[in-house]
């Protein structure tokens, strides 16, 4: 019997973190549908909606993916729902939540 066994060791030189502050959005109802609906997901707080509103998220960025594609939205838009997107993803998910600071709240704010 043989055995093969490979090792990587690296130094890391540094760690990515996510800003989860929302940009200031002046005019709300200027922005397309979609982006106004997962924007507007950020206010959601229901510990018991987390499946529904989480797959409201998915539903919309798969709205935003092929607008963008049908070059129905901008760049900075999609960008924007993506961030709007990206901490209730964060959020729902029980293993990324902080285990120190338990609120009872679907989103951390």
Request: include cysteine; charge should be negative; hydrophobic fraction near 40%.
């Amino acid at each position: 019997m043989t055995a093969h066994h490979a090792v990587l060791i690296v130094q890391v030189t540094d760690v990515e973190r996510y800003n989860d502050v929302m940009p200031e959005i002046e005019d709300l109802d200027e922005l397309p549908a979609v982006v106004r609906n997962l924007v507007r997901l950020q206010d959601q707080h229901d510990i018991e909606m987390v499946t529904e509103t989480y797959w409201r998220a998915t539903h919309y960025m798969a709205d935003v993916a092929a607008q963008y594609a049908e070059g129905k939205l901008s760049l900075s838009e999609k960008a924007l729902a993506e961030h709007a997107t990206t901490p209730c993803a964060i959020a729902c998910m029980p293993s990324s939540r902080p285990v120190s600071a338990p609120t009872g709240r679907c989103w951390m704010s």
